[in-house]
């Protein structure tokens, strides 16, 4: 039975404000210098001779490997969770709801802020090195909004969708629009890659990754293109009613 995705509703706990370290303070004094010299060499003699603390004894115990199936989020700043705090972004939310309904995988953030779909292809060694199950491929919105050829964006997403299946991966592509200040044709031409790519090499398609979010000022960033904390769940079940289907419990 299929599982409904509703918005994620997890409290993500913000880190607390890191204490800042200020070093370089000057030693205007050059009797200061000898001082310290002296008070390190009239300790006693038994503290002195005690032996600094192994490495092997410092050494944090190794943490055991992660075997469970990856899925790897493979996008720009839409993935990496531009804007939202640390575990906020959609692949975090996405690994939260699948241990919470039983799915034995680790989602791998693999998104990178400012990225355009020729910089997703220059890292797409990186996905295949973790042996991914799974591959959500999100790229596309720094062309448009850097005006790219569309020819360019779709040559780029075939390849990846061609080097990832290769590899053994099962794809699932994102889509995306654009800003109505690009004009209506070339949005028209931007939008209508991602429904063809995954006709022609028969992969599940996420028809407009934001949807619920994008143009709704609640729900997304000053920048009115990337998704808040509230937004973002909404993505994340965006994203899980496509992959439900695909994955297994065991």
């Known amino acids: ?36 010299a002296c008070i390190w060499g009239c300790k ?22 992660d075997n469970r199936p990856a899925i790897v989020c493979f996008g720009d700043s839409l993935t990496a969770g531009f804007g939202v705090d640390p575990g906020g972004s959609y692949p975090d939310l996405v690994q939260r709801a699948l241990d919470q309904h039983g799915y034995h995988y680790r989602v791998v953030n693999l998104g990178e802020s400012g990225d355009t779909s020729q910089d997703g292809l220059d890292r797409i060694a990186l996905v295949t090195a973790e042996k991914p199950q799974l591959v959500i491929v999100e790229f596309g919105a720094n062309d448009g909004l850097r005006g790219q050829p569309v020819s360019n964006t779709e040559k780029n997403l075939a390849q990846m969708i061609e080097l990832l299946q290769q590899a053994g991966a099962r794809v699932v592509l994102a889509g995306i629009t ?73």
């Not at 994620?8 to 205007?28: E, F, N």
């Not at 729900?219 to 993505?235: E, K, R, S, W």
């Open 178 to 250: 654009l800003p109505p200040n690009y004009g209506p044709d070339y949005i028209r031409r931007f939008t209508a890659i991602y429904p063809e790519l995954a006709s022609r090499h028969k992969v599940p398609l996420i028809p407009f990754l934001l949807e619920g979010a994008a143009g709704k000022s609640d729900l997304m960033q000053q920048d009115g293109l990337h998704p808040n904390a509230a937004g973002t769940q909404l993505v994340a079940a965006n994203v899980l009613r496509v992959i439900e289907p695909l994955l297994t419990r065991e």
């Open 44 to 65: 006693p003699e038994e503290a002195r001779r005690q032996p600094p603390p192994s490495a092997a004894a410092a050494a944090p115990p190794a943490r055991a490997a």
């Open 1 to 36: 039975m299929s599982t409904r995705w509703v918005p994620v509703s997890i409290d993500l706990v913000k880190p607390q404000t890191s204490i800042k370290l200020y070093y370089g303070i000057a030693m205007k004094r050059a009797w200061i210098l000898p001082l310290l």
